[in-house]
């Protein structure tokens, strides 16, 4: 049985003529639930260490919050660590999310910075999104997985996960955070997408996507699969609807996001995982906007085990939802969490039986 440790946020004011009681900050929590839980044990003097997050896109509002961040990366100073802090760039060239300059624009926007955060901030994937470590995984789905270069040369990585509801897998938790989050364009491609951009007979010849494509892997129209990275830059330069992606249903996705996850813990084992149930929105936080949340704030729980941890936040936010999960049954009534953490559990990458421990 796994180890979750999990902290409630809710300030229970236990001595209500008093007004200042910093220990009911959940700042204060969070630092408790570090010290209690060893969480951080592994942690060796020297040690680079990747405290992997999601900086959210230009106007999410309900990212996890810059104090929470800064907070594990002093934890982690503390036991003699090197923290930086770590996320990766998304499929396509020309949109600020899709490059490591973009992405700290965004982070800055957002209000992370090196000052705010208290360590440097590092584009896993590097400048475009290429940089990665291949790994073989024998996934129903997947052959290959390609691995974020700063996450694979990390000593230590500390998943810092906003939980909130996602509008594929369900869930935007630790295994999506590992197997979306730490991987680089090729592999986002290949958990939203089957084979390779197509040009189809719409396009007039106008060379935007030729001129752009980093690897020059269009000739004569066409894209040249053995070169191609998969990055999509090609598909959002063009004005013409004439590059066809055969995108996946959800289940199928939720399942890719499962095997990247194996393929990035194959490469490497040393990840500890938080997931902080606070401002749990409808969407996830790549989406350009953000929504009120979909229930009162839970608290904060951290394991050792990506398995474990989703589950148990899955099984607090239906508590809290009091009716179990709701997807979201305007956009995307077909989501269910469950499935991507049973078939993480299936490929061995953690486990679904758990014990939650409480710390005060
Ligand atoms: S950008 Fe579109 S229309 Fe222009 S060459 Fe490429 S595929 Fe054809
Ligand atoms: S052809 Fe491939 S590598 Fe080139 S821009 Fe398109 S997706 Fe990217």
């Given at each position: 049985m796994e180890?979750?440790?999990?902290?409630?946020?809710?300030?229970?004011v236990t001595e209500p003529e008093k007004w200042f009681q910093p220990e009911l900050s959940a700042v204060n929590k969070l630092k408790r639930l570090l010290d209690s839980s060893g969480i951080l044990d592994s942690i060796l003097p020297g040690d680079l260490v990747a405290v992997k997050t999601h900086f959210g896109d230009l106007g999410t509002t309900r990212t996890l919050r810059s104090v929470f961040i800064r907070t594990v990366v002093e934890k982690i100073k503390e036991v003699g660590g090197k923290p930086f802090v770590t996320e990766t760039t998304g499929l396509g060239l020309t949109r600020p999310r899709c490059t490591a300059i973009g992405r700290l624009l965004i982070a800055e926007t957002n209000g992370y910075t090196q000052q705010t955060l208290a360590a440097p901030i590092v584009i896993a994937d590097g400048l475009l999104g290429f940089d990665f470590v291949k790994t073989d995984v024998d996934g129903k789905h997947l052959k290959s997985v390609y691995v974020a270069k700063a996450i694979a040369e990390a000593d230590v990585v500390v998943c810092c996960t906003h939980f909130k509801l996602h509008m594929v897998a369900g869930i935007g938790g630790s295994i999506k955070n590992v197997g979306v989050g730490c991987v680089a364009k090729p592999s986002k491609f290949d958990i939203h997408a089957q084979g390779y951009p197509k040009i189809n007979d719409k396009c007039i010849k106008c060379d935007e996507c030729v001129k752009l494509c980093p690897v020059k892997a269009i000739e004569d129209y066409r894209i040249v699969e053995e070169r191609c990275l998969k990055c999509l830059g090609c598909?959002?330069?063009?004005?013409?609807?004439?590059?066809?992606?055969?995108?996946?249903?959800?289940?199928?996705?939720?399942?890719?996001?499962?095997?990247?996850?194996?393929?990035?813990?194959?490469?490497?084992?040393?990840?500890?995982?938080?997931?902080?149930?606070?401002?749990i929105s409808p969407h996830c936080d790549c989406h350009p906007y953000s929504d009120v949340p979909v229930v009162r704030d839970v608290g904060i729980l951290t394991s050792k085990d990506l398995v474990a941890i989703d589950l148990a936040s899955v099984e607090l936010y239906e508590k809290e939802s009091k009716i179990g999960f709701i997807p979201d049954e305007k956009y995307w009534p077909w989501t269910d969490p469950h499935r991507m953490i049973e078939y993480a559990e299936e490929l061995g990458i953690g486990k679904r039986s758990y014990r939650i421990i409480e710390i005060e």
């Open positions: 180890k979750v440790y999990f902290t409630d946020v809710r300030a229970e598909e959002e330069v063009c004005r013409y609807g004439a590059i066809d992606v055969s995108w996946l249903p959800g289940k199928i996705i939720s399942e890719r996001i499962a095997e990247c996850a194996k393929g990035v813990l194959s490469v490497n084992k040393n990840f500890v995982y938080i997931n902080f149930l606070l401002d």
